[in-house]
T-cell receptor
Framework: GAGVSQSPSNKVTEKGKDVELRCDPISGHTALYWYRQRLGQGLEFLIYFQGNSAPDKSGLPSDRFSAERTGESVSTLTIQRTQQEDSAVYLC??????????????FGPGTRLTVT | GESVGLHLPTLSVQEGDNSIINCAYSNSASDYFIWYKQESGKGPQFIID?????DKRQGQRVTVLLNKTVKHLSLQIAATQPGDSAVYFC??????????FGAGTTVTVRA
């Protein structure tokens, strides 16, 4: 079946511009996560959506970052007034459910963001 | 070849040999651990998981060992193949649903 998809795969933007990244989770997955991966580093949690519950935004690094999710489908991560330190791969993952005993997370291929 | 020590950022292994990748986790309350494989240009891919009520779990060519006493996790790959070349991450799910990822180990398989 179809996995998690993300678009665009690559994005180059000028410093100060806004960008919007899209994630299409696996159908039926109620939980959706965004991570940031800087070059050569591990994954850094950004935000988590679970069904209709309020999202956990505790990992967002600044108020320039925001994310939305429509029901249990598409999610968009928006970065306003991009800075060079925002350059990274942004990964989206979904799972059947979230919570204490987290189900396996399936990752998309990521969006590579380069801020010049 | 086998890795020695708590964590190495890189591991070079001869094709056909066994590999051991180590990871130390930080949260003693963690009860779920996952190993992911990430190939260049791709998202992480699930390899194997283990819950804290177990100390060993086997998959196809892979074995995960968990030592809760010293908060140590390892991934063993039997008969390493060129397709095993990738970055391997351990992740722990401690107090909540958020996975905390290690820094990753880059495995290079020599022909």
């Amino acid at each position: 079946g179809a996995g998690v998809s993300q678009s665009p795969s690559n994005k180059v933007t000028e410093k100060g511009k806004d960008v919007e990244l899209r994630c299409d989770p696996i159908s039926g997955h109620t939980a959706l996560y965004w991570y940031r991966q800087r070059l050569g580093q591990g994954l850094e949690f950004l935000i988590y959506f679970q069904g209709n519950s309020a999202p956990d935004k505790s990992g967002l690094p600044s108020d320039r970052f925001s994310a939305e999710r429509t029901g249990e489908s598409v999610s968009t991560l928006t970065i306003q007034r991009t800075q060079q330190e925002d350059s990274a791969v942004y990964l989206c993952a979904s799972s059947l459910a979230g919570g204490r005993l987290s189900y396996e997370q399936y990752f998309g291929p990521g969006t590579r963001l380069t801020v010049t | 070849g086998e890795s020695v020590g708590l964590h190495l950022p890189t591991l070079s292994v001869q094709e056909g040999d066994n590999s051991i990748i180590n990871c130390a986790y930080s949260n003693s309350a963690s009860d779920y651990f996952i190993w992911y494989k990430q190939e260049s240009g791709k998202g992480p891919q699930f390899i194997i998981d283990i819950r804290s009520n177990m100390d060993k779990r086997q998959g196809q060519r892979v074995t995960v060992l968990l030592n809760k006493t010293v908060k140590h996790l390892s991934l063993q790959i039997a008969a390493t193949q060129p397709g095993d070349s990738a970055v391997y991450f351990c992740a722990e799910n401690g107090n909540d649903y958020k996975l905390s990822f290690g820094a990753g180990t880059t495995v290079t398989v020599r022909a």
